[in-house]
C-alpha cells in the first residue's frame, strides 16, 4: 500500500509531461512494463540488472535478466510481472524488445554464415544478409546478437552477443 501515492505522483507526473507511466500496466493483467536504459549496478557477486525508467529504477530478475543485462546502455522495453519480493519495484521479464543503442534501432536474431556471408536470423525467421563484421562477429555464428545497421539496413555500425551459441 505504501506504493500507492508513489505510483499516483509517477502517473499525473508523467500524464504532464505527456509520457505514459513505465510501470505498473493499467490493463490489471498484472503483466508490468518497464521501459527505459539497461543497467548493471554493484559489484560482484552482487550485480544488479535495473532498468532506469521516468519514475525510477526498476530490477530485472528471472531467467532472461542475464540477457537482458549484456545489453547494458540500450533501451530496453521489459515486460512480466511485477514481484512485490523487495522494497525496489521488481519485474521478472518475461520477454524485452530492445528498443534502441545509442539511438539506433537494432536488429536481434541469430547469427549465420552461408557461403561465406553473415546472416541474421531474426525469430519470426526473416533473414538480413549483413555487410562487414569482424573476425570475432564470424566466431559469433549461432549466437544471439544485437545487430545496428547503417541506413541501408545491412552495413554493420555495432553489434553486441545477448546469448553465446549453444544456448
Partial sequence: MKRWPLLVTAVLGMAACGREPPVPNASGSGTQVAEGTIRQVGSAP?????IETGAGPVVVIGPLALEIARAAGAVARVTGP????????????EAYQLVSVDGMSPLVGVLAVDAGSLILVMDSGRQMNLIGGSARMREATGSKVWVTTRDDGRSIVRWGILIDRGY
Fill in 82 to 93: 511485477a514481484t512485490g519480493d523487495s522494497e525496489a519495484d521488481t519485474i521478472r521479464a
Fill in 46 to 50: 552482487n550485480v544488479t540488472t535495473r
